[in-house]
Nanobody, 121 residues
Framework: QVQLVESGGGLVQAGGSLRLSCAAS????????MGWYRQAPGKQRELVAI???????NYGDSVKGRFTISRDNAKNTVYLRMNSLKPEDTAVYYC???????????????WGQGTQVTVSS
């Protein structure tokens, strides 16, 4: 039905940058909010950033001023530009999207498989 595929993760040194991408595909009627969450080993999953269909954004306190979320509605894609990366940013980053399918007019939250981001000191 619906699939979210993340890309762009990798290994970078502290102070470096990465851009993550997440593309939604399938029987999509509409997409409301899209966002990024992350989970480090031994820790709970936490909010990184969310962007609404209208472009409003919300960031986790730990990434404000360093990360930027954006979206391309024509491509059903959300991006996360990560600058000034720190070792503390090391985690699996998961894409999330609230999607209404063509067969059911109800919002359902979908998740991607995750992409690893590792920041070395």
């Amino acid at each position: 039905q619906v699939q979210l595929v993340e890309s762009g993760g990798g290994l970078v040194q502290a102070g470096g940058s990465l851009r993550l991408s997440c593309a939604a595909s399938g029987s999509i009627f509409s997409i409301n909010a899209m966002g990024w969450y992350r989970q480090a080993p031994g820790k709970q999953r936490e909010l990184v950033a969310i962007i609404t269909s209208g472009g409003s954004t919300n960031y986790g306190d730990s990434v404000k001023g360093r990360f930027t979320i954006s979206r391309d509605n024509a491509k059903n894609t959300v991006y996360l530009r990560m600058n000034s990366l720190k070792p503390e940013d090391t985690a699996v980053y998961y894409c999330n999207a609230d999607i209404v399918t063509t067969t059911a007019r109800v919002i359902y939250s979908y998740w991607g498989q995750g992409t690893q981001v590792t920041v070395s000191s």
